[in-house]
């Protein structure tokens, strides 16, 4: 029974910019998780006595801003090393050739796969099967040549593994680097490929599997769910049974919170609690990061809006009740709707109904929209990247989209001075 690990982009120390601006963020635990992920990798290797370790792709992150990255991946080569366990790799996009400055001398039992052209390491690793472990590291960030075409043929008698970083058929939020399709992977007749460059684990092809191990560590909240590696056990029939190894230390999840049921507001901090409940069962314990998602049309929509803060620290009161370490709150989208004009006959008289005819006013008169987009603009420049970029940005470059984002804030506010 031949036994390896097949494993992918690490992004060791990762520097995961922007998180100090998050208030309460758990810092330090998620700089250090792609550490101690890599040590939870090594020690999962030691513990199941495998045979080799593979690793597609993306090592690290670009270049280092000191040597102490390069030090510590290192440092745990040599203690597989010192358990007899040999390591092959390739460089991806994230650690191509021509982005690492620095380079630090790999231990004996590391090869890495040359870029210049495929290459082959041949391992020894049980006295009745021997190992080819086939392909190419990036030379360039971006790589668009299809470089599994130059794989090298099969070679009799051996266990033959493609090493592959790329998008395959394309990958959403993905480049496309080192593009090709399964056809491409499945002529070439290996008995598995470990794919690397797509954080979303997935067995693509069965016979022979192509599998996507995915990330060892999720760096954020588009990174959702257990992240870690795949054990691969190989019969003497060269069949593969795979079974995926959790090595994470902080996950990532997104919490859907359906507004259109609830009659006040706090119906959603306990709608909260109970998918908070669920999140944290099934993750175990493992520490987590969550985005709260806030949707449907509802009655409480300008409640809501009117005093977003509130709400999120009542967000952030409910995860105290859970066991073992709350987890934190990345942030909350709000994309209820108002789900109809209940009193509009009484608001037509008072502040709300003059809030409404000057705020249908401006979306009319082009002249005055055009006002309000320069006086955004000049905010626009003053305010911090996340709040401008991305899909979390403020609408300010669409005066009549933002001007619905403040109009429930607007009426909330009326609303609790008691003008309606």
């Not at 130059?150 to 266990?159: M, P, V």
């Not at 992977?185 to 460059?197: I, S, T």
């Not at 175990?284 to 969550?290: F, S």
């Not at 066991?323 to 009193?343: D, H, L």
Request: glycine fraction near 8%; proline fraction near 5%.
């Amino acid at each position: 029974m031949l036994r390896f690990i097949h494993a992918a982009d690490i992004h060791l120390d990762s520097p995961l910019k922007g998180l100090e601006r998050y208030e309460g963020a758990p810092v330090e635990t998620i700089r250090g998780a792609t550490r101690k992920a890599l040590d939870n990798l090594v020690d999962l290797a030691v513990e199941r006595r495998v045979a080799f370790v593979l690793i597609a792709g993306d090592l690290y992150d670009g270049d280092w801003k000191d040597h102490n990255t390069g030090l510590f991946f290192v440092s745990r080569m040599h203690r597989l090393r010192d358990h007899g366990i040999p390591v092959v790799l390739i460089s991806g996009n994230h650690d191509a050739a021509n982005r690492m400055t620095r380079a630090l001398r790999l231990p004996d039992n590391v090869e890495l796969l040359p870029h210049e052209t495929p290459g082959t390491a041949r391992l020894p690793v049980l006295a009745d099967l021997g190992v080819a472990v086939h392909g190419q590291s990036f030379a360039r960030q971006a790589e668009v040549a299809n470089l599994a075409e130059g794989y090298a043929r099969r070679e009799a008698s051996l266990f033959n593994v493609g090493l592959l970083h790329t998008s395959l058929d394309g990958a959403e939020g993905h480049e496309p680097y080192a593009p090709c399709v399964l056809d491409d992977l499945r002529r070439k007749e290996y008995d598995y490929w470990a794919l690397g460059h797509v954080h979303a684990r997935q067995v693509r092809w069965n016979e022979p599997p192509i599998v996507f191990a995915g990330n060892l560590q999720g760096r954020h909240i588009r990174e959702t769910g257990a992240k870690g590696c795949y054990v691969v056990e190989v019969d003497a029939q060269h069949r593969c049974e795979l079974e995926f190894a959790p090595l994470d230390v902080f996950r990532w999840e997104i919490c859907r919170l359906d507004a259109a049921a609830a009659v006040r507001p706090d119906c959603l901090v306990d709608q909260f609690s109970t998918e908070l409940t669920r999140l944290t069962n099934l993750h175990e314990g493992v520490p987590l990061g969550v985005r709260i998602e806030v949707a449907g049309a509802t009655d409480v929509h300008d409640l809501l809006r009117a005093d977003t803060p509130r709400w999120l620290n009542e967000f952030r009161n409910a995860t105290l009740a859970q066991p073992g370490q709350p987890p934190w709150i990345e942030k909350v989208r709000w994309n209820t709707t108002s789900r109809g004009a209940s009193g509009a006959a009484a608001e037509l008289a008072g502040p709300l109904g003059t809030l409404a005819s000057y705020l249908e006013e401006l979306r009319s008169d082009p002249a005055q929209l055009a006002e309000l987009a320069g006086a955004l603009a000049d905010l626009r420049k003053k305010l911090p990247d996340e709040l401008v970029h991305g899909s979390d940005a403020l609408a300010l470059s669409d005066p009549a989209r933002w001007l619905d984002e403040v109009e429930p804030l607007l009426r909330g506010r009326l609303s609790e001075g008691g003008g309606a």
